[in-house]
């Protein structure tokens, strides 16, 4: 069951920066699709099959924020990933402020995908 989850947790990972690269986009555009229910409610249930997935990782494999760096690094990343892809697709008021978040956004998500797979929070740097 823990490399189906594992498997599962990667997917919805990937569904879900797929997602956001794509709205980012419709948002940096002004495209009218991003307007559209699917592209408002897709993502959440990805994220939380995301974030179910993770919980049931960390508790099947006793690893947890706060005793694990590696994790801890991730928690706080995922809390930075949110807030500028919040900014990149909803809040920010120019295109260019959409545009800078939306690749600080992509920049935050591949730090998160480097820690989980090298479970070190500092990558070799």
Known sequence: MYLLMKQAHISFAL???????????WSV??????????AKIAPHINDTL??????????YSGQYPFSDHWLTAKF???????ATGTIAIKRGKTTG????????AVATFSY???????????MGL
């Open 29 to 38: 555009t002004e495209a009218p699709q991003l307007q559209q229910r699917w």
């Open 50 to 59: 995301l974030l179910g997935c993770a919980v049931y990782l960390m508790v």
């Open 97 to 104: 402020t959409r545009m800078l978040f939306s690749l600080l």
């Open 76 to 82: 706080f990343a995922l809390l930075v990933y949110i």
């Open 15 to 25: 569904i879900s920066i797929s997602l956001f690269v794509l709205r980012a986009f």
């Open 112 to 122: 998160i995908f480097a820690v989980a797979l090298s479970h070190s929070a500092s």
